[in-house]
């Protein structure tokens, strides 16, 4: 009886620690947090214009600084840092030209809804609103909960060509784009979303927008 006791009790205990872990602040799921300090891609991953590869982009094309965001619709970190850290990083850096931002698609396993949810936004950019259509999923809370008459309803409020657009969905190159995605994400490093390559180091989690302020500005200078 007592081994019994013992052992319900460390379950408990177990499943406590994982949930606190999975709630971290600047945790990046499936990774383990960095604790806000860069770190070095995988070696031989130094060609910041190869692992942006042809993926959608924000800023000046041959901006100084290059973020490469690998991200997951419905990774609760990706919207956080969606929501507090990447309109600062757009007003004081992209629109003045300092960095290009690349966002790659990183979709995990266990969030269901992760690639149905990129392939919707990559078959907006097929109609030249990628990141209009990207807002509006994490504007909306991110994928989760979400279903294919979501992601037709927000290609409508953006004046899709719904038609095209659900001729897209089906495509199979929008997969391959996706594991080609992947496939870079792994071989720089990036083991859990959001991570981010900025010219070269490695930042994982949704950290403050300090410690990319901190990156980018040694970076400039």
């Known amino acids: ?127 030249e609103k990628y990141f209009e259509y990207h807002d509006i999923i994490f504007s909306n809370g991110g994928a989760g909960g979400k279903s294919s008459a979501d992601y037709k309803r927000w290609a409508q409020e953006l004046s899709l060509n719904v038609a095209k657009w659900e001729a897209c969905l089906s495509d199979p190159a929008q997969k391959q784009e996706i594991r080609k995605d992947l496939a870079d994400g792994s071989a720089a490093g990036i083991s859990g979303t959001p991570g981010f390559i900025i010219n070269g180091k490695l930042i994982s989690g949704a950290q403050p927008f300090s410690v990319f302020q901190q990156v980018i500005d040694a970076e400039l200078n």
């Open 1 to 127: 009886m007592f081994w019994k006791v013992t052992t319900i009790v460390l379950i408990v205990v177990l499943a406590f620690m994982a949930f606190r872990g999975n709630n971290s602040p600047t945790g990046a799921v499936g990774a383990p947090t960095l604790g806000g300090a860069p770190q070095a891609p995988s070696a031989g991953i130094t060609d910041m214009k190869a692992l942006a590869d042809d993926d959608p982009f924000l800023g000046e094309k041959d901006a100084p600084v290059t973020i490469i965001e690998f991200s997951d619709y419905e990774c609760p970190f990706c919207e956080r840092f969606y929501q507090q850290t990447l309109s600062q990083i757009e007003s004081m850096y992209i629109k003045t030209g300092k960095v290009k931002f690349v966002y790659r698609d990183f979709p995990l396993g266990f969030h269901q809804q992760a690639e149905p949810a990129a392939i919707a936004a990559n078959c907006a950019g097929e109609q």
